[in-house]
């Protein structure tokens, strides 16, 4: 069971758990950041195994590593206690601030501010989404893993994600859709070759790493992205229609399957024959999910 009044401690209390979430507070004044607990060898501090940001682009990182070269580090990490001394020597782990860690070893500084405060796995993994989100630091793909995690380890529903993170909870389905991209093409959003508006064009099409392909090769837009993808989705049905014995399923009942897929937040789809019957499937993973299903359904 998911700790309600965790959850809006973190919605309500973040800014005053690590300051105000700013993208450019590091090089603000002091005044606009909270106190340092202490100050520690940066070699006590190792990363988040769990953080859900990946990717560090080495220019970001040099341009912060001049900042704090200049001003210093002056948003303090947010960390927590090992328990125990690791291996090699670390005593606090990340929770928050992973970007700033590494821009400060950039800078050559051997000492580094930091916040300690003693929360449990979820919650650190919910801080580090939250700080990330509203700085917009997540790739896409790197947004839908962490929203994907705390749905699988700790039993969240989409609503109560975006209650966390102050989205739509049409924004939670629509991100977390991207995972069930092929690792090409995930790869090519991550890597900001293709956006994420492209890539869900491409979610219910049979080859999405061509079409990937051709939408960055010609410079497509959105529009044309989905435009493209129902072509192949119409041509897949001529061809199909010649085999008397397999349903076709035209644009419009793949676009059905969207809206119903983002209504309820699952996959969904639908069948239908040359009679006009036909079946909606809808897929769920826990009895939450499918109480959700039937909150929808009875309303």
Known sequence: MVDNNAKNRLGRGLAALIGDIDPNQETKAESTSPKADLLTPIEFVRANPNNPR????????????????EHGVVQPILVRTIQGEDLAGAKYEIIAGERRWRAAQKAGLHEIPVLVREVADREALEIAIIENVQRSDLNPVEEA???QQLMDEYDYSQNELAQIIGKSRSHVANTLRLLKLPDE???????????????RALITSDNPTELAHTIIRDGL?????ESLSQD?????????A??????VKNSDIVALET?????????VLVS?????????????????QLDAVCRHLES
Do not use: C, W
């Not at 990946?54 to 070269?69: G, H, K, P, T």
């Not at 036909?278 to 897929?283: M, S």
């Open 221 to 225: 837009s959105v529009r044309q992205a």
């Open 259 to 267: 809206r119903l897929s983002d209504a309820l937040g699952l996959k």
């Open 272 to 288: 239908y024959k040359k009679n006009g019957s036909g079946d909606v499937k809808v897929y769920y993973k826990n009895l939450e």
């Open 232 to 240: 192949a989705d119409h041509q897949r049905n001529r061809q199909s």
């Open 185 to 199: 093409v995930r790869q090519m959003v991550a890597d900001g070759a293709l956006s994420a508006g492209h890539a």
């Open 242 to 247: 010649s085999q008397p014995s397999e349903t």
């Open 145 to 147: 893993m962490g929203y």
């Open 54 to 69: 990946r990717l560090f682009l080495d220019a970001e990182l040099q341009d912060l590593a001049n900042s704090i070269a």
